[in-house]
Every structure is written in structure tokens, then in C-alpha cells.
């Protein structure tokens, strides 16, 4: 059984860093894309940072580019995303995501949410101004 758990958030002033994991069981990660969402109050769920080592792709939003990282390590099943220069539009619930990529599928997808077949339940991050 696929399953998924993040973790990490928490209250972070501007100008902060945190590190969110998402714990993965039941697959192995070379096998699925992994996709790091988040949903602000009244906005839509968007994608953050996506990876598919079948692809060889990594998506970065524009508004993360240069300030998240994302990373993954195997022997843990852990994916990481790494938060710096927090602001106040990065306050959201986060998302991790994972998708078989047993069939194959533009890359340009990767950032899309309807891609993704397995969710966790979401880390709440909340960056005071």
C-alpha cells in the first residue's frame, strides 16, 4: 500500500528556513514522481517542487526558484524539501505527492495535480511577517 506522511512545518518568522520530509512507504521512490504541494486559504492547490528520476526532471515554482530545494533519500524513502528565505506567501499547508511512472508522461505534467495518484495529509507552515 502506497502511503505518504509529511512533517516539518511549523511557525517560522521572515526570513526563516524549515526542512519538510515526507515519509514514504509501499513503493520505491526511482519508480514514482514525487510532486511538494501547497494550498492557501482560499487559493487553489499549486505545485512547489516536483522530481522524477525516470524523467530527470526537477519543477521549481517561480516564486521557490533559488530558495527551496528539493531532495530525496532512497535508503530512508524519505523526500526532502528544504525551505530558505521564508516570506509570508509561503504560509500554506503542504502537500506530498507520488505517481507511478510505469507509463510515461510529459514532464511538463509533473507540476500538475491531477498527475498524482497518492497524496499525505499535509504539514501546515505558517511564516509570521
Known amino acids: 500500500e502506497v502511503q505518504l506522511q509529511a512533517s516539518g512545518g511549523g511557525l517560522v518568522q521572515a526570513g526563516g528556513s524549515l526542512k519538510l520530509s515526507c515519509q514514504t512507504s509501499?513503493?520505491?521512490?526511482?519508480?514514482?514522481?514525487i510532486g511538494w504541494f501547497r494550498q492557501a486559504p482560499g487559493k487553489e492547490r499549486e505545485g512547489v517542487s516536483c522530481?522524477?528520476?525516470?524523467?530527470?526532471?526537477?519543477y521549481y515554482a517561480d516564486s521557490v526558484k533559488g530558495r527551496f530545494t528539493i531532495s530525496t533519500d532512497n535508503a530512508k524513502s524519505t523526500v526532502y524539501l528544504q525551505m530558505n528565505s521564508l516570506n509570508a506567501d509561503d504560509t500554506a499547508r503542504y502537500y506530498c505527492?507520488?505517481?507511478?511512472?510505469?507509463?510515461?508522461?510529459?514532464?511538463?505534467?509533473?507540476?500538475?495535480?491531477?498527475?498524482?495518484?497518492?497524496w499525505g495529509q499535509g504539514t501546515l507552515v505558517t511564516v509570521s511577517s
Open positions: 505527492a507520488a505517481k507511478d511512472t510505469i507509463l510515461t508522461f510529459p514532464s511538463e505534467r509533473l507540476r500538475q495535480r491531477d498527475l498524482y495518484d497518492f
Open positions: 522530481f522524477s528520476r525516470s524523467h530527470g526532471s526537477t
Open positions: 509501499g513503493f520505491t521512490l526511482d519508480d514514482y514522481a
